[in-house]
């Protein structure tokens, strides 16, 4: 699978974003579908997960309330809608695919190849 993440930007503090990361290769709808970020002198960390069939979605506490996951594998996209944006939601955020629910780094199939995200305050 080829993952291509788009929409980052810069917003401000309390702002919106909504990220795009679009499929192609292999059969979208079998893999599980997630984000992950990385901020400046930070390790990647995991944000939220949608499963294959998008009826189940996973999230970080920090994000829960205000980051949205879905999909929709008639257009092979997964989105992130990010609302109420903080300072610290500053990151390059990856688009991921996996199999089986597991979001350890190092069992993601397939990785996007980040977007940049700013929030200023």
């Known amino acids: 699978v080829q993952l291509q993440a788009s929409g980052g930007g810069v917003v401000q503090d309390g702002g919106s974003l909504r990220l795009s990361c679009v499929a192609s290769?292999?059969?979208?709808?079998?893999?599980?579908m997630g984000w992950f970020r990385q901020a400046p002198g930070k390790e990647r960390a995991f944000v939220g997960a949608v499963s294959w069939s998008g009826e189940t979605t996973v999230a970080v506490e920090s994000v829960k309330g205000r980051f949205t996951i879905s999909r929709s594998n008639a257009k092979n996209v997964v989105y992130l809608q990010m609302n109420s944006l903080k300072p610290e939601d500053t990151a390059v955020y990856y688009c991921?695919?996996?199999?089986?629910?597991?979001?350890?780094?190092?069992?993601?199939?397939?990785w996007g190849q980040g977007t940049q995200v700013t929030v200023s305050s």
């Open positions: 290769g292999r059969t979208f709808s079998n893999y599980d």
């Open positions: 991921a695919a996996t199999v089986g629910g597991s979001w350890y780094i190092n069992q993601v199939h397939y």
